[in-house]
């Protein structure tokens, strides 16, 4: 199960807009305005492919994040990230 950097930020960034909540919905167009706009068509493709992978849960409301991907997230908070000299 390994996630690219790409996907690793989207996880992150929809965890930081609901606030650490897995009840709590965002919508695509607030996740896609945080990212540049060159970004955003791929970043359409990674939300699909996570609500594949059920890293995410989708809805008319829009996206939310579940236990497993909860998991996931909190594990790369409290490890950091990788450094690469």
């Known amino acids: 199960m390994e996630l690219t950097e790409f996907e690793k930020t989207i996880l992150l960034s929809t965890y930081v807009l609901v606030k650490g909540s897995t009840r709590k919905y965002v919508s695509e ?3 896609l305005s945080k990212f540049p706009i060159r970004q955003r068509k791929d970043v359409k493709k990674y939300l699909e492919k996570m609500v594949k992978r059920k ?11 579940n236990n497993k991907s909860l ?8 490890t950091g990230p990788r450094l690469r000299v």
């Open 29 to 31: 167009e607030l996740i």
């Open 55 to 65: 890293f995410l849960s989708k809805s008319k409301f829009g996206y939310k994040i």
């Open 71 to 78: 998991k996931i997230i909190s594990y790369f908070l409290i």
